[in-house]
């Protein structure tokens, strides 16, 4: 029976390497490219590389997932994705409207979290939306970004809690994380409020 504890001993010390921390980046545009949710492995890359080289290696990976997953639905997937749709009118109306809109929509749909970012790529893919406009567009998972690898280094600081309480780590800088943390999701939940009531004037909310 396979010991998934100390698979997970063997495998996260080598992320810690060069090597490692080199190919999070490709390891994490394949997860996206694959459809599947990016939030524990962002909350992971937080834990491994801390707040801002975790939101870094997410960001750059999850851009690049993210345009393959675009150009596979703008020719492959297509078809695929077009039947897809054919369940859900918002997202067919997200088509629509972004074609006319384009990047303004793209950001704000980005900055909202009522939207999977997954199937996202795929409705832009559709759209007439320019590749360069697409791209600009994904600036607005940053937010999203930075936050889920807070909450990963937060995570990892809290695993060592035991090592506050008898001195080996310094309480005080936890403390810090944690009300920086607080602040970026106070921004996030602000940003994202700002966001859906736009789109709810663009009868676009979920």
Same mark, same amino acid.
């Given at each position: ?26 390891? #994490? ?19 491994? #590389? =801390? ?5 870094? *290696? ?14 596979? =639905?703008?020719?492959? @997937?297509?078809?695929?994705? /077009? ?6 009118? /918002? ?13 303004? !929509? %793209? *950001? ?6 009522? +939207? ?5 790529? !795929?409705? #832009? ?5 320019? +590749? ?6 994904? @600036? ?10 807070? !909450? ?23 403390? %810090? ?28 909310? !979920?």
């Amino acid at each position: 029976m396979l010991d998934l504890s100390m698979l997970v001993e063997n495998i996260l010390p080598f992320f810690h390497t060069a090597l490692g921390v080199a190919l999070f980046i490709p390891l #994490y545009a394949i997860w996206v490219t694959f459809l599947l949710p990016g939030a524990w492995v962002s909350m992971l890359a937080g834990a491994l #590389y =801390g707040i801002w080289l975790g939101s870094f *290696l997410v960001f750059v990976g999850a851009c690049l997932g993210a345009e393959v997953v675009f150009l596979l =639905g703008r020719t492959f @997937l297509g078809p695929w994705t /077009k039947r897809r749709l054919a369940n859900w009118p /918002k997202f067919q109306a997200i088509q629509k409207a972004v074609s006319g809109e384009g990047l303004k !929509l %793209i *950001l704000l749909t980005r900055l909202s979290p009522a +939207f999977p970012f997954s199937l996202l790529n !795929l409705v #832009y893919g559709l759209s007439e939306v320019s +590749f360069r406009d697409y791209t600009i567009g994904l @600036l607005g998972i940053l937010p999203g970004t930075i936050l889920f690898c807070g !909450l990963g280094d937060l995570a990892g600081d809290l695993a060592q809690f035991n090592e506050v309480l008898s001195g080996k780590q310094d309480l005080p800088s936890i403390l %810090i994380r944690l009300v920086g943390l607080m602040a970026t999701l106070a921004v996030v939940w602000l940003v994202a409020r700002t966001a859906r009531r736009a789109l709810q004037d663009s009868d676009l909310s !979920l």
